[in-house]
């Protein structure tokens, strides 16, 4: 059974290709058989994060119009043996993403036996994000402990329970899970950030993890490589629990809790 | 901030608090904006229909069905216009 799973937020700039990127990536480390397709038709970057930018040679529309077919578009990953990435038309219209059209793509890749088909949805609530979402079993939304994020997930969240086919055909309604991206534990603690309960008690969506704010997001891009695979950073591991608790395991929160420095270090150690 | 400040925290409220009070209405509205509820209304005006078709002919615009907020409850509110006695 393929589960297709939307990343979606709304908001711009909050996260969603790089937790597709290292979502995808993770399912892929776990042996399952991974699409990740960009929906961001105009503005594609997927390629880039996952860093395969210079082997694309068709893309999503090419291949709803029947200018080339799945196999010669999907791009192999080139860290998981499992992962393929659809990217993105760059030089289309949005309007050349058809419910039919995306319909057919997602039906081939379930008859090609991947597991997961992972969405990753432009910003805004248009066309390109609305047919990302249209045939999710699941979604991740991905919030900033910021209020114009948070409004916006909410408003992502009231769409994906009108406008996706589970919606309007009464199924099942899609799964939602919770995404908190670029965490301040400190600020948090300050009282200058909402925290992660908040941002939660807000949306009512359950939680699947919090990735803290960390500069190997950008190392990652720059070098064109999920930051799934930077090991030894925190928001690497923050990836892979929140990959663990998809799959069903249990997984304390880590990285959102903040160690007061004592009196001693307030005074004599900085700020 | 003063070094009074830096050993026992200010007494300023929290930044973000005020957040969360705020997006706690905003977010209310908009659950409220977007409820679902005028949906069923063009099936149910078609079912009204046909059913007092049955008894008395009526056209389907005279049968108007609306929903409309008060405060804190809705009311449905149908309007049918019976055609004039001994017109038939």
Not at chain 1, 177 to 186: E, F, G, N, P, Q
Not at chain 1, 227 to 254: C, P, Q, W
Not at chain 2, 7 to 36: W, Y
Request: charged share 25%.
């Amino acid at each position: 059974m393929t589960r297709i799973v939307v990343v979606t937020s709304g908001k711009g700039g909050v996260g969603k290709t790089t937790s597709s990127a290292s979502f995808a990536s993770g399912l892929a480390l776990r042996g399952f058989k991974t699409a990740v397709i960009d929906f961001d038709v105009g503005l594609r970057n997927l390629d880039l994060i996952m860093g395969c930018e210079r082997r694309v040679v068709y893309d999503l529309v090419n291949v709803i119009q029947g200018e080339a077919n799945l196999h010669q578009a999907l791009i192999k990953d080139k860290h998981c043996e499992n992962l393929f990435v659809l990217p993105a038309s760059q030089t289309r219209d949005k309007d050349a993403l058809t419910e039919e059209g995306v319909e057919k793509v997602l039906n081939d890749l379930k008859q090609m036996g991947f597991d997961y088909v992972v969405c990753d949805s432009p910003a805004g609530i248009e066309r390109g994000a609305v047919m990302a979402l249209t045939f999710a079993d699941e979604a991740l939304i991905v919030t900033n402990p910021e209020v114009s994020s948070i409004r916006d997930s909410d408003r992502i969240l009231g769409i994906l329970q009108s406008k996706s086919r589970r919606a309007k055909e009464g199924q099942e309604a899609v799964k939602e899970h919770l995404v908190i991206t670029r965490y301040s534990a400190k600020r948090v603690d300050e009282g200058e950030m909402l925290s992660y309960k908040d941002v939660q008690e807000l949306l009512r969506v359950p939680l699947l993890g919090v990735i803290p704010e960390s500069e190997t997001v950008l190392q990652a891009s720059n070098a064109g490589s999920p930051v799934i695979h930077n090991k030894e950073s925190d928001a690497a591991e923050a990836y892979e629990d929140l990959v663990a608790r998809f799959l069903g395991e249990t997984r304390e929160m880590r990285f959102v809790s903040y160690e007061k420095p004592g009196i001693l270090k307030r005074i004599f150690g900085g700020a | 901030m003063s070094w009074l400040e830096k050993i026992f925290g200010s007494n300023q409220p929290k930044s973000a608090q005020l957040a969360k009070e705020r997006l706690t209405l905003v977010i209310a509205h908009q659950r409220s904006d977007n409820q679902p509820a005028p949906d069923f209304l063009p099936a149910l005006q078609k079912e009204l229909i046909d059913v007092i078709s049955k008894y008395v002919k009526v056209n389907t615009d005279d049968i108007k069905v609306q929903l409309e907020k008060k405060g804190n409850y809705e009311v449905l509110e149908v309007n049918i216009v019976m055609p004039e006695v001994g017109r038939q």
